[in-house]
């Protein structure tokens, strides 16, 4: 098979390497070796035969004598971690949730340094330095990045066409579209925060990254710039102006989940969505089913006070080691495992929207559809880190107070229960504290 098939079909007949009895009779024969643990977060049983066919049975054979055990823990990872690892146990293979949760647990001396590994295996050479530094506290490496993530516009590519639409760089082109679509009662944003309202901030991404502009919010990340400049606020105000028009679908907005509105988005009830990477998780089965053709382009430019294009970068999680794990090496090892190219290239060809590491050196193009517009779109986000037109996610670079406040300070806005000026007063208020505290993490100096 030219790539690796993730379906139910093909793990029961042992396609990904391993039949489901096996997995299990694996797992409990792991119990007696001696054992590295790894918690991962939620997986389709597909995805968990995957896994662990393809890292820890790997990582296994070339460690006689050690056994990795993965452990999917669902949605309760996080919660589940910073109760164990406060308690000095857990696994020794740390999941976390990017930059911002990494370096919660650094503060709490609940991680291992990493230095001695990344120049014993040479990650400085296989990794983006920018995604790489991301992972670094006071200087100290202590995560490598699991998933890198960019923000772009996807698009039903088959309703564009059909509509003479072609895809917007600039606020003009947007709004143009978005109107005419509401005109043709297809709402334009395919959105929704049902059970996860921290996509509420998304947009506040895509606004203060590509209307007030990057280098805006590097300053104002640094402490040289207040979240209550004009260029911030009126960026909000553009955000409410969306809402109000409909632009986000109304009260529906709070009944679907983002999948879900991808969904729609297939079928033409909706145009766009300004989504990040992880999306390409739904894409093959959204898709499919409608037989429409997805396109994505970089995100508008809509003001001039930003340049085009710009990619909202983020790293949504990040691999660490417990800093009470008794075998260190090993878990260094399985890291070394995770960012190896052809690792990479095989889990990632049939799990879209995760695993996306940073690496310098790539597979060659698929040749799949889906899987090469994944691609393609990886080749944008190396050449942006490069060319310095990246921007800033808040789940990666603001401090958690900060950004969990944003999460639901938008919807407040939305709703019409304060301005777009209280909002940035209250983003300010809390940043201003939390960099007062030491909390706020720089990001690296602009290139």
Known sequence: MSKLDFTRRAVLQGTVGMSIAALLARTVSAQDAKALSFWYEGATPEQQAALISILAKKFEEANPGTALNIEFRGAGLAD????????????????????????????????????????????????????LSLGKVDGKLYALPKTQEVQVLYFNKTLFDKNGYVPP???????????????????????????????NRHYVSVIWNCYSGPEAVYEALIGKRRWTDDVFVDGISMLKAWWDKGYFGGPRYFSLDSQQAFTFMAAGAYGMAMQGTWAFAWVPESFAKTGAELGYTPLPQFSENAP???????????????????????????????????????????????????LLKTGPEPTDPIAKLAHDIRTATAKALAEGTYGYTPWSFWPPKTDDYMKGGIEEVWLGSITPRQFCENVDKVFQEELAARVVTFPPARS
Do not use: C
């Not at 600039?170 to 921290?198: C, H, Q, V």
């Not at 990479?344 to 590491?357: H, K, L, P, R």
């Open 80 to 131: 589940q971690l910073l109760v164990s690892l406060a308690a000095n146990s857990g696994p020794d293979l740390v999941l976390t949730n990017g930059p911002a949760w990494t370096g919660r647990f650094v503060g709490g001396k609940r991680l291992a340094p990493l230095d001695k590994y990344a120049a014993k295996f040479g990650w400085e050479a296989k990794i983006d330095p920018f995604a």
């Open 169 to 199: 760089k600039t606020n003009a082109e947007f709004t143009k579209i978005a109107d005419d679509m509401l005109s043709k009662k297809i709402i334009p944003i395919a959105s929704g925060n049902s059970g996860a309202r921290y996509t």
């Open 308 to 358: 085009y294009p710009v990619f909202p970068y983020g790293i949504g999680s990040h691999i660490a080691i417990n800093n009470t794990s008794k075998n260190k090496d090993a878990a260094a090892g399985v890291m070394d495992l995770m960012v190896d190219p052809s690792f990479v290239s095989t889990i990632s060809n049939g799990w879209q929207g995760e695993w996306d590491i940073p």
